[in-house]
Each structure stands twice: as C-alpha cells, then as structure tokens.
C-alpha cells in the first residue's frame, strides 16, 4: 500500500487525520502540486483526475477519492469505527459527512479558489483549466454563512456532529473552517458551540497530521 | 420505513432504481417540490435541508441522502452487490461514483440550474434563495464535454462503469446524461461506447423505476 500525499493540501489532510484517529501509518509519498507534478504522464497513470491523495493497493488498483480510502481503511481497521458502528449509524454519518461536503467543504473551495490570485486558471482541482467565477466566490462566502450557523445549531447539543462520538464528519467540518479561515471567512465568534467543537477538535493529536 | 419521493426530481429516481435492481419495494410518499412542499415546517423537520430523497426508518431516524439511502439498503439486502462485493471493490465503486457526481452530475446540474427559466432564484437545492450565475451554466457544459469524452474511453473495454457489472456508479451516471439531455446538452453521438452503454442501461427494467 502506498498513499499519495501532498503536506500543504486540504484533501489528503483528511486522510492524515483519518489515519491519526486510528493510529495507523501508510508508507506515503510527497506528490508536488505546486511544480504541477500531478499532470505528469506518470501520475496521470495513477490518477488521471489528477488529483491527490491516492492510495495504490498492492494488487495495482488505486483508490482516488479520499472518503472511498477512509472506507477501505474502515473496512480493514474497524476500531475505533469513524463512520459508524452499524448499518444504520452509517447511513447517518454518510447524510452528516455529504451535507458538510456540500456545504461547507465546496462552498469553502468555491469562496477560496475563485478568488485566489494564485489560482486564476485553477478555479477547480482536476485536468481542466477553468477560470475563476467572481460570483461563485460571492456564492461561497454566503453559503458558508449558512453552514457555519446550522452547524453551531447542531453542535449545541452534540459533542460531536454526529454525537457522542468523533467521526469521519467531523473531520470534513475541520476542514471546511481551514479552507475557511484560507478565504478569511472563519467562522464569527458568537457562534459558540462551532467554537466550543472546533478548540476541541483542533486540541486532538490527530489535528497535527 | 418510508421514502420521501418526487417522481420528477433525479435525485429520488436514483434511489427508486437502485430499489428496482435489488426487487424491493418501501412505502413512499410523494413530495411537491413544485409547490414547495419541502420548504413546510413539517418537512424542515425531518430534513433541515429541505431536499429529497429521505428514507424515515422506524427508529425516528431520517436518512436524508441518495448514497447514504443506498448504502443502508445495500447493507439490509447485500443481493446483488451494487456498491461492491469486498472492501476493494467498494472503495473502487465509491470512485468512481464521487468522480461521476463531480464531473457528471455537478457539472449537468450547474448547466442545467443555472440557465432554466423556472429556477431564477433556484439555482442549488436547498433552503437558500440563490441567483442563477450565467458564467456557471457555460463552465457546467465544458465540464460535461470532458466527462463525456473520458466516460467514453472507461467503457471502451468495460461493460459498465466499474467493470462486467452494473453497479451504482451507472445510476450515477444515467443520471448525469438524462439530466444534459433537459440542459439540451445530449452526448455527442460520435462517442459510440457511451452511447451503446446508455442504451444498455435505458434498456435495463430499472429504468422505467
């Protein structure tokens, strides 16, 4: 197993953590997104979505999708369980862990990379070159307003967002305020049960993945 | 069990084929997302995001996505596999269907949402009231060129999407291509493995779910 990282991106961080969490180590390799490494002939073989983390099986499959890696991870390591203990469980960690991808992670990206000026041609991972949108950057901004206020409602009465227990959710919403804070959209202050969740998760060792 | 359905929104349509291929059936209601019956306090109340499909469970639990619906059913009724048979083969299905949602069914829904004239202040799902954004219609139909043309090469040498067998990621993708064909953006008929699987998959008793 090899696992296809990149230290200074969002994705392959969930990963990190995910990893942490369960306190398992990959052999990994450094791709360079900034030196356009993963557009080679090389890694387009791997993944020609050109996007990081992959996770190239011993059997020469490669998974490109970071929750589908979690998963497989899951599958092999069930303890401690970070996307649900049974059939039910899961359905709700995965309706919790889409809707933060929704709207958070990509309302996040969409604030973030429409607006970077590094990133002009760059307005989505992947092979395309696309233009920035201005107005999805507005979008976003507005979106993760949004987010961040259902979120704090939910963290009201749950340690965690899916409750008592960190999962695979709570690794999404981690990363939706990073890309936030990237976009200088961190989340406001009165919201306190999101600040409350986020000092707790950030204090976890597996933040520092 | 029950299933929140709208018999002409393509979000619960993949789930009534994914029931169809399984041979199950679940009591459902239909909701009239045209007179905004998913914006009632009633609806709020079992899915916040005011979205369908949701599958009720018995527990008081709501399920309230396609993937993680499917996934609940896939666990219940393993047969026939749909999302994989082992833990490789569903952590490749799960990439391929997250790689279809993006450039896929994102990509057709922006075309689509951002340009019909009965969605002015509709342009995502959900509880907020967002303008349509031109520049994402014309970037949507880009990005659908590009998935046609690398959907195509996948099933040059494959029957469907993952392989000899149809699974959730051909939902997925039907999907994406009934969903251009409203957006008047129908795969060119010059890619003729994408055109031969699609008449596979319309031909199958499913689609008619």
Redesign the interface.
């Known amino acids: 197993m090899k696992f296809y990282d990149c230290a200074t991106a969002p994705s392959p961080r969930r990963v990190r953590i995910f990893l942490a969490e369960k306190g398992l180590t990959v052999p990994s390799v450094q791709v360079d997104l900034r030196n356009g490494e993963q557009f080679t002939p090389a890694f387009r073989a791997l993944n020609?979505?050109c996007t990081v983390p992959v996770?190239a099986?011993d059997?020469g499959?490669a998974?490109?999708?970071v929750?589908?890696?979690c998963?497989?991870l899951e599958?092999?390591h069930p303890d401690p369980a970070l996307m649900g203990r049974n059939?039910?469980e899961?359905?709700?960690v995965?309706?919790w862990l889409?809707?933060i991808e929704w709207?958070g992670l990509q309302a996040a990206q969409e604030a973030f990379r429409n607006a970077a000026p590094g990133l002009k041609d760059r307005?989505l991972p992947?092979?395309?070159a696309?233009e920035q949108?201005p107005?999805?950057a507005e979008?976003g901004r507005?979106?993760l307003q949004?987010f961040f206020a259902?979120l704090d409602v939910r963290l009201a009465d749950n340690a965690f967002v899916c409750g008592p227990r960190f999962t695979i959710a709570d690794i999404a919403a981690m990363m939706a305020v990073e890309l936030s804070t990237r976009a200088k959209l961190e989340p406001p202050g009165h919201l306190v049960h999101l600040q409350r969740w986020y000092k707790d998760v950030s204090a976890r060792p597996s933040a520092k993945a």
Do not use: F, K, M, Q
Request: charged share 30%; aromatic share 6%.
């Open positions: 020609p979505d996770l099986l059997s499959a998974i490109t999708n929750v589908a890696i998963r497989y599958e092999l059939a039910e899961r359905a709700i995965e309706s889409r809707r709207d307005a992947g092979p395309l696309l949108i107005a999805l979008r507005l979106r949004h259902w």
